[in-house]
Each structure stands twice: as C-alpha cells, then as structure tokens.
C-alpha cells in the first residue's frame, strides 16, 4: 500500500487526507496544533 503524509491540517490538507483514503492510500496527517482546522480556527466573531 503507498503512503501519504501531509504537514498541516487546514481545510485543503484535510480533504486532501480523505480523498486519498478513499482511494486507498495509507494517509498520515502531522500538525502541531492541538485542534484541527488550520486557519478557519482563528476567525472569530464580534461579541461571540
């Protein structure tokens, strides 16, 4: 079986991972953030 490894986890890696799970490979995903979501975490909203 091949295998994928991504650094990252935003929402491209994350749907990178999946598609090539579903297509077989053997996917690995590093990050050093403890939650997943890459640059979509850090949005916020005003009084939220």
Excluded: C, N
């Excluded at 077989?24 to 990050?31: P, Q, S």
């Amino acid at each position: 079986m091949k295998k994928i490894i991504t650094v990252g986890d935003g929402m491209s890696r994350l749907s990178t991972g999946i598609y090539t799970l579903q297509s077989g490979f053997d996917v690995t995903i590093y990050e050093k953030h403890t939650i997943p979501s890459g640059v979509s975490k850090s949005w916020t909203k005003k009084g939220a």
